[in-house]
């Protein structure tokens, strides 16, 4: 079975930092996409940033410049810098993985998610 252990969250200050980590185990052949997500209770679910199989890296809107993902292939891990954080990135934060399997298939599997709150 697939497994994703995310790490990091917590609670900063506005303006402070956290590093969220996603370790990922199971019988994988390869990486697709990788992702993070978060999610406010009472709102959809949205992406925050992704990161190809080749590696190409893509942040969403209002963390651009502020967040960097990043994966080390050797750990199967995936990792979410957070720097000057603001209240309103308040949420928990989900790691999504699309892998592919020894036989060919392909499947997305989620974390169970990782609480950061920002707040004075």
């Known amino acids: 079975q697939v497994q994703l252990v995310e790490s990091g969250g917590g609670s900063v200050q506005p303006g402070g930092s956290l590093r969220l980590s996603c370790v990922v185990s199971?019988?994988?052949?390869?990486?697709?996409?990788m992702a993070w997500y978060r999610q406010d209770p009472g709102k959809e679910r949205e992406l925050v940033a992704s990161?190809?199989?080749?590696?190409?890296?893509n942040t969403v809107g209002s963390v651009n410049g502020r967040f960097t993902i990043s994966r080390d292939v050797a750990k199967n891990t995936m990792y979410l810098q957070m720097n000057s954080l603001k209240p309103e990135d308040t949420a928990g934060y989900y790691c999504?993985?699309?892998?592919?399997?020894?036989?060919?298939?392909?499947?997305?599997?989620w974390g169970q998610g990782t609480q950061v709150t920002v707040s004075s």
């Open positions: 990161i190809t199989g080749g590696g190409i890296r």
């Open positions: 999504n993985v699309d892998v592919s399997f020894f036989n060919g298939q392909r499947q997305i599997f």
């Open positions: 199971g019988p994988i052949w390869s990486f697709n996409t």
